[in-house]
Structure formats: structure tokens, C-alpha cells
């Protein structure tokens, strides 16, 4: 690109970015976290860990994070970190990015068109996921699934630089950073351990079918998939956890509805406009590549069918993890996780399909150099800052919606620990108006909500009750 738009672009993405990592300075816990903190509080760790394993899920790795969250310091000395565990992931899934980019094109692009087209996928990843609050923002979510998605990316990463270098005996320090990621990631939820399992899976399949031979590092990483999966798998908890859904274990109904609800995310991602014009850039840079000699097309070994179904797989697998134990759609961190996948198996299937099919024919004739193409990519990329819900983040900053939120959560602290002090049975706390950008889980009108005990257990009287203001009717003409 042209030195003046690049450099445009460039502005375009910091500030874009910014943003996110502006609003987590005013999130505040809910749910979860406080529930997870004083469980942390009270109970030795490994005790309440093999409690869990037992009476909840097997997810071994992410429930020490959720126990020895920073809210265990209290809210004076945890909030803040609390925070920052939010720009550390937004930031920490930008490296992840970078570094299988990188790992993909080798020498391809600069380290700073890199780190561009990296932004711009997480950028990307942030204007149309399901739920940025359980994405990022809250924290018992974003350990769970953000940070192993984040981690996945470094394993794919490794695994493409394996295979670039021949694919043969693997070095002791490659085996051991591959199986400790695997452990962590499987050891995060249920969705991530199927992926990590199927993911090895396809890699032993893909070699027997290509070259008759597993190399030695796809048979370490299955083993070691495999048996953290069983380990998550087999946890007596899951049983106890699924008790509470009577219409789980029906397949026809996970069928269905897994079909359907991946029909309909997809349908949605794949309309949002940026996605459409960044796969058209997409396009046209590789192209660019290609013309080049710095990277190679796609032979005819590669099914362009099956590659095309890959990142609807990816959707399935989530929603099948999500239906089949409990029969329900649930939480959208889940989904959160499954578009993280959809976009690079998106794009992977897009070139494989622009080699195959619209390239020979000529489509797409405009190039990189085109002033046209540039100045549109800095449009398209504006378009993080005022788009559908990318408008909502700068309208809550810019309208001061977010401070505001910030300081209500914080006056409800207040009252919350005073009626503590004075031994009151019951406080009444004022309404919030609550960001638009984001979908927080608000306090229950009822006070034995689980939600409302457990931020009164947190602040020092599980029997206080939060009565919760309702908020003014809005005016109308």
C-alpha cells in the first residue's frame, strides 16, 4: 500500500482497538465471579478443585483461574486487576494472531503488515461476535474460552512451522510446549477439548489418506489429546451438571437444532459487511502473493469441498458440545469460541475455492496498487469505529454511558458493605442503566436469586437481601 493510507489504516486500527481496551476500565464482575471468588476464598484449592471434578464439570485447568480469581484479593485490591485480565486478553489474543499469520506467510509480508492484518482479524472478531461481555469483559468467560482460543492459535502456529520444516522427528522442546498447551486447552471447558481432539484426529487421517504414514508428533499429540479429553470427559460432575436439563441425550433434537443454529450464526457473520469486504481484500492481497512467488496456490490434493464445510463443522461441533448435554442453545461464549475458529477456516476456505475456481476465470481484476482498493480498505476499516455494535462501544464512551455505569456499580458497593456493617437485613439499591455495548447479566428482581446471594456472600452476609430498583419507565410522545 501506499505510504498515506497505510499509514491512515493504521490510525483507523489503534484507535478501533483502543476502544475496547478503553471500556474494560469500567467493567465490574457479575454472576459467576463472585460466586467462583468466594468459593476461592474459603476453600483450599485442591480440595475445592477435586470438589468440582466431582460435583460439576471436569474442566481441571480453567477452574483454578475462576477460583483464584482477582476478586479474591477483595474488591478494593481486585477490581483492577480484574480489569486488566480483560486488556491482557484482548491484547494476548493480538500475539496469537500474529503469530500464526506469521507462521502461515513466512516472509511473505513485514512484521508490521502482519501485525495489521492480525489487528484487523481481531478487530473483525470483535465487531460480529455473539457476545463481546462473555468474550472479554467478564472474567470467569473470557478465561474460559478466550484464553484457550488465544492458546489454540500459538498450537496451530506450531504446527504449521512442524510441518513446514519436513514433519519429521519432532525436537523434546517442541513435544513439550505442544503437550502443554493441549493440556490447558482441553482443561479449559468441553468445546475446546472436543476441538483439540478432532483437531488431531484430522491430522492422523489427513496423513494416512496423503502419504500413508503418521508422523511421530501427530501420534504424540492424539495420545495426549485423547487422554486429557477423557479426563474432562469422564469427570463425575458432568452427570450432576446435566441433571438439570431434562432434555439432554436427544439426538434428534441436537441434530436439528444444531443444524439450525448453525445455519443461522453463520448466515449472520457471513451478511455482516466487514467480513464480506475484508474477504475481497483478502482475495486480492493473496493474489498479490501469488504474483509474487511468496506464497504457493493450493494443488488439486486439496478437496475444495471439504474445506468449504470446515468452518460450518466448526459451528456444528459447538453447537452439537452445547445441545447434546443440555438441549438448550445456552451461553454465547460458546459461540464466541466457535466464530473465533469460523474466520481463519473461513478465509482458508476462500482461497482454496479463489484457486480452484474464480481466479482462472479472471474475477476480481483490480489489485493491490489500485488507489480505489486502498482507500476502500481504510473505508471498510473505519467502519470498526461507527458500525452496528462498534457504534455502541464509541457511543457508550464518547456519551459517558460507560462511567456512568462504572460509578452506579461502584455506589452500589457502598450501600452493599454499609448495610453489612450496621447488620442491616435488606438494601435497596438504585438502578442501573447499563451499556449498550455490552450484555451484562443485571442483579434478579427476586432477592434469593442465586446472582443477588452471592454478591451479598461475597461482601460478608449471604442472608442480606438486594432489592433492586426498577429503572423509570423511558418517556414517550
Not at 107 to 126: C, G, M, N, P, W
Request: glycine share 6%.
Amino acid at each position: 500500500m501506499a505510504r498515506t493510507p497505510y499509514r491512515i489504516l493504521w490510525l483507523l486500527l489503534a484507535l478501533a482497538f483502543l476502544r475496547h481496551l478503553w471500556i474494560a476500565l469500567y467493567v465490574h464482575p457479575y454472576a459467576d465471579d463472585f460466586s467462583y471468588a468466594v468459593a476461592g476464598m474459603r476453600s483450599p484449592l485442591l480440595e475445592r478443585l477435586a470438589q468440582e471434578y466431582d460435583s460439576w464439570n471436569g474442566r481441571y485447568f480453567s477452574n483454578i483461574l475462576v477460583l483464584r480469581n482477582p476478586l479474591v484479593l477483595g474488591m478494593d485490591q481486585g477490581l483492577w486487576p480484574y480489569r486488566m485480565v480483560a486488556i491482557a486478553l484482548m491484547l494476548f489474543s493480538w500475539v496469537a494472531c500474529f503469530s500464526l499469520l506469521r507462521a502461515l506467510v513466512d516472509k511473505a509480508l513485514r512484521k508490521d503488515e502482519v501485525a495489521a492484518v492480525s489487528l484487523v482479524f481481531v478487530l473483525l472478531y470483535l465487531h460480529i461476535m455473539p457476545d463481546a461481555s462473555e468474550g472479554f469483559y467478564w472474567y470467569s468467560g473470557a478465561v474460559t474460552y478466550q484464553l484457550p482460543n488465544a492458546l489454540g492459535f500459538f498450537l496451530l502456529a506450531n504446527w504449521v512451522r512442524y510441518f513446514r520444516a519436513g514433519g519429521g522427528r519432532p525436537s523434546r522442546s517442541w513435544v513439550i510446549v505442544q503437550v502443554l498447551l493441549v493440556i490447558v486447552i482441553a482443561g479449559c471447558n468441553e468445546l475446546h477439548m472436543a476441538y483439540v481432539v478432532l483437531f488431531h484426529a484430522g491430522l492422523i487421517v489427513h496423513s494416512l489418506y496423503t502419504t500413508r504414514r503418521v508422523a511421530n508428533g501427530v501420534v504424540i499429540l492424539f495420545i495426549a489429546s485423547v487422554l486429557c479429553g477423557l479426563v474432562v470427559a469422564l469427570a463425575p460432575g458432568n452427570a450432576t451438571r446435566g441433571a438439570l436439563f431434562p432434555f439432554r441425550y436427544d439426538l434428534v433434537h441436537t441434530l436439528l437444532y444444531s443444524s439450525g443454529q448453525t445455519g443461522r450464526f453463520t448466515a449472520r457473520w457471513l451478511s455482516a459487511a466487514p467480513l464480506l469486504l475484508i474477504t475481497i481484500a483478502f482475495i486480492v492481497f493473496r493474489r498479490k502473493l501469488l504474483a509474487l512467488g511468496s506464497i504457493a496456490s493450493f494443488g488439486d490434493e486439496v478437496n475444495k469441498w471439504l474445506v468449504l464445510a470446515l468452518p460450518f463443522t466448526i459451528v456444528f461441533v459447538a453447537m452439537v458440545v452445547t445441545y447434546w448435554p443440555t438441549g438448550l442453545l445456552g451461553q454465547h461464549r460458546t459461540l464466541n469460541a466457535a466464530l473465533f475458529y469460523f474466520l481463519p477456516a473461513w478465509f482458508f476456505a476462500v482461497s482454496v475455492w479463489d484457486d480452484r475456481l474464480l481466479r482462472p476465470q479472471g474475477s476480481i481484476s483490480f489489485g493491490v496498487t489500485s488507489p480505489y482498493f486502498q482507500w476502500g480498505l481504510v473505508a471498510v476499516c473505519a467502519s470498526f469505529l461507527v458500525a452496528q455494535r462498534d457504534w455502541k462501544v464509541t457511543e457508550d464512551l464518547v456519551t459517558g454511558r460507560m462511567q456512568r455505569y462504572d460509578r452506579a456499580v461502584c455506589q452500589r458497593y457502598d450501600l452493599i458493605q454499609r448495610a453489612v456493617q450496621l447488620g442491616s437485613g435488606r438494601v435497596e439499591l438504585p438502578a442501573i442503566e447499563a451499556p449498550e455495548s455490552l450484555h451484562i447479566l443485571p442483579l434478579d428482581p427476586s432477592p434469593d436469586h442465586w446472582m443477588n446471594r452471592s454478591m451479598a456472600d461475597y461482601f460478608g452476609n449471604a442472608q442480606l437481601d438486594l432489592i433492586v430498583s426498577p429503572l423509570p419507565p423511558v418517556a414517550t410522545e
